[in-house]
């Protein structure tokens, strides 16, 4: 076994591949950047070298730097995760003139799968079914364009490089091919300095299944089964789970075959995933599924591979790294039940998925599940690097009950601090077609109105965060109990819900423990049991609620945040009577009102920046004159940042 590794990769993916090189008594060194410093990956790892600042071109991507640090750190092998560096068989190269090893395949193998164009060139003689397409040279336009004719619309373009949904168009009529193309191949320039583009059959009725394979430099290959990862937005994974629904034992037969002949077809060694893309409109039928792309490392939903045949992909990775033959033969390989995995982004789902930023004020995930995470309560998500926060990975015996589990962990996965796409998935597990296990790729687009919809915050969530933002809950003690010792007998709050809305709430002691809150001339009865179960109109309900930084998040069957305006605005250390306004939260700058010179009253409303969905106004802290203004429109601002600055001398 190797002695010691490097992880040339951060968050979630560095933090999981150091948890089985520690079991396995090998000494782990992290590399970061300058956004990771204080990165939970660097406080797992053993040692840590410094690589560079936050853009990843010059840390993560730096190829040379991170050798160098695995030559000074005395580490044997470098594990590259996934993204960054670990499909790059130039690094592959470099690292193995260094005299180290790299933990994945071989440069050749790397190389013959990094262009889509001419894996499926490579597949089709090796026997592998593809998608029907043009896969060559040819470029041109009009060229291309017969092309699509002959193979029938709807066609898929896609740019030969491309990762990550990126470079990829569909394109249902001749009309609309020439701009999807010239489109396609800005982008594909643009992301993979390679514009070129292949055409394919649009797939009716897709199922994204993927075979696990596993090689060794003995010439060993096994499969360990399927994963169906067809739960998609922006062509890129959400929901995994394995194994896939309606799935056959002919079927799996004959996939499981495929990717091993993939996999052997390049003297392959080490984890790889076998793409496929399966026409899902008639069952799972063994004729009906084609190779679309390998992807040669660990792939992100490796874990519910993991949970069906309970073997440990990163060991098995340092095993093959180490010389040693694979742990298992085909026959030694079995399923044992039902796993799935969701992966909870910071993204604003109605903004179309849109990436975000921000402290994760708070932060408390599930016990049920299996947490892969690269973050803690307080870390930022910034804009450099992929918005996950984590993935949650259950294991049940049968469909139902993974399902079922898996609804519990994300109810029980609390976030606060920035939008995530939690209760996106929330809603996404109750889609009846889900539910049924009979769905394809296009579910989520098909159905994105339902699953992006605002829903109107509830009564009694209303109520909770209000008698948390008046501060009439002594957290110290049993929550709420302290209230009607000491406290004023009527109460008026008012909050933001999170889509702006006002919502205003009057409470009231009602003498024996419990209070009334009246919500729009609606009156509730609330009583408090212990930490997490309120009755709410004499109903017992669960629930959770949180202070911090930028408000009150109330967690029952959804998450629900609220920001309080007296807490937001002109208050804190910069707040009123200072020299200065201060970004209360992290967010984008929407307005500027004022210019450098300009003279304001106090309460003026100078900037407007927006965070958590909702726009925030920030007011002059006092009378005075603009002296320094520090950020323009657009700018993205820290939790803290100075933004206005008043004269002193005024
Ligand atoms: P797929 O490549 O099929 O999307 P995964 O879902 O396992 O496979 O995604 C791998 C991860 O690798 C992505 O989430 C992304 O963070 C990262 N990634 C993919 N392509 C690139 C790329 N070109 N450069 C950097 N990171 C990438
Ligand atoms: P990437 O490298 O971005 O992962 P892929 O070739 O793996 O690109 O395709 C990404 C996704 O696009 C697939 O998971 C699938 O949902 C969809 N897709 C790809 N090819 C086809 C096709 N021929 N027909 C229908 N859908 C497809
Ligand atoms: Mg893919």
């Known amino acids: 076994m190797l002695n010691k590794i490097l992880i040339a990769n951060r968050g979630e993916i560095a933090?999981?591949?150091?948890?089985?090189?520690?079991?396995?008594?090998?000494?782990?060194?992290?590399?970061?950047?300058?956004?990771?410093?204080?990165?939970?990956?660097?406080?797992?790892?053993?040692?840590?070298?410094?690589?560079?600042?936050?853009?990843?071109?010059?840390?993560?991507?730096?190829?040379?730097?991170?050798?160098?640090?695995?030559?000074?750190?005395?580490a044997e092998a470098i594990h590259p995760g996934y993204g960054f560096l670990s499909e790059n068989p130039e690094f592959v190269e470099k690292v193995e003139q260094a005299g180290l090893r790299f933990i994945g395949p071989s440069a050749a193998a790397i190389r013959a799968m990094g262009l889509k164009d001419a894996a499926k060139v490579?597949?089709?003689?090796?026997?592998?079914?593809?998608?029907?397409?043009?896969?060559?040279?040819?470029?041109?336009?009009?060229?291309?364009?017969?092309?699509?004719?002959?193979?029938?619309?709807?066609?898929?373009?896609?740019?030969?490089?491309?990762?990550?949904?990126?470079?990829?168009?569909?394109?249902?009529?001749?009309?609309?091919f020439a701009d999807a193309l010239a489109s396609a191949q800005r982008e594909a320039q643009a992301s993979f300095a390679d514009a070129n583009c292949l055409i394919e059959k649009y797939i009716a009725s897709p199922r994204h299944i993927e075979i696990q394979v596993f090689g060794d430099d003995h010439g060993n290959v096994v499969h360990l089964f399927e994963r169906d990862c067809s739960l998609q937005r922006r062509h890129q994974k959400v929901i995994e789970e394995a194994p896939a629904p309606g799935m056959t034992d002919a079927m799996r037969d004959a996939m499981g075959k495929a990717a091993i002949e993939a996999a052997k077809a390049i003297d392959y060694s080490g984890a790889g995933t076998v793409e496929f893309i399966v026409d899902g409109s008639n069952g799972l039928q063994p004729d009906q599924f084609w190779f679309m792309e390998m992807n040669t490392r660990l792939q992100v939903e490796h874990p519910v591979t993991e949970a069906i045949t309970g073997c440990d992909l990163v060991e098995w990775q340092l095993r093959v790294a180490s010389g040693e033959p694979l742990p298992y033969s085909q026959d030694d390989l079995s399923i044992n039940g039902w796993s799935m995995e969701a992966r909870i982004y910071a993204e604003d789902v109605a903004k179309g998925f849109l990436p975000a930023t921000g402290t994760l004020h708070y932060l408390d995930f599930a016990e049920q599940a299996r947490v892969d995470t690269g973050v803690r309560e307080g870390d930022v998500i910034s804009p450099f690097y992929d918005p996950m926060i984590a993935k949650l990975i259950v294991h049940g015996e049968t469909r139902d009950a993974a399902l079922r589990l898996m609804r519990q962990s994300l109810r029980h996965t609390h976030a606060a601090g920035t939008v995530t796409n939690i209760n996106f998935l929330n809603d996404l597990l109750d889609q009846k077609d889900f539910v049924e296990g009979k769905f394809d790729t296009s579910l989520i687009d098909r159905n994105i109105d339902q699953l992006t919809g605002t829903l109107v915050p509830p009564d009694l969530i209303i109520a909770l965060a209000a008698i948390e933002a008046a501060g009439i809950n002594d957290r110290d003690s049993d929550p709420f109990v302290a209230f009607t010792l000491w406290q004023p007998l009527k109460h008026t709050v008012q909050l933001s819900d999170q889509d702006g809305i006002e919502r205003v709430v009057a409470l009231e002691t009602d003498g024996s423990g419990g209070w009334r809150a009246t919500i729009d001339e609606r009156c509730h009865m609330l009583m408090v049991v212990d930490s997490d179960r309120v009755l709410f109109d004499n109903q017992s309900v669960e629930v959770s609620i949180q202070s911090h930084a930028l408000g009150v998040s109330v967690f029952a069957d959804r998450a629900w945040h609220f920001t309080v305006p007296d807490q937001l605005d002109g208050d804190g250390p910069d707040g009123a009577g200072g020299d200065t306004i201060a970004a209360p939260m992290p967010g984008l700058i929407k307005v500027i009102n004022v210019e450098v010179g300009a003279k304001v009253a106090l309460g003026d409303p100078l900037i407007i920046m927006e965070a958590m969905k909702m726009e925030h106004t920030l007011t002059a802290p006092r009378d005075g004159e603009v002296e320094e203004l520090l950020v323009t429109v657009d700018d993205q601002v820290e939790d803290g940042g100075i933004l206005l600055r008043l004269s002193v001398d005024d």
């Open 15 to 74: 933090c999981r591949v150091m948890r089985t090189a520690r079991a396995l008594g090998v000494k782990t060194v992290a590399v970061y950047s300058d956004a990771d410093r204080h990165a939970m990956h660097v406080a797992m790892a053993d040692e840590s070298v410094y690589i560079g600042p936050s853009a990843v071109t010059e840390s993560y991507l730096r190829g040379e730097t991170i050798i160098e640090a695995a030559l000074v750190t005395g």
């Open 122 to 176: 490579l597949m089709h003689k090796a026997g592998v079914p593809v998608v029907p397409g043009y896969h060559g040279e040819n470029q041109g336009s009009e060229f291309l364009q017969q092309q699509a004719l002959k193979i029938g619309y709807p066609v898929l373009i896609k740019a030969r490089a491309g990762g990550g949904g990126k470079g990829m168009r569909l394109v249902e009529t001749p009309e609309t």
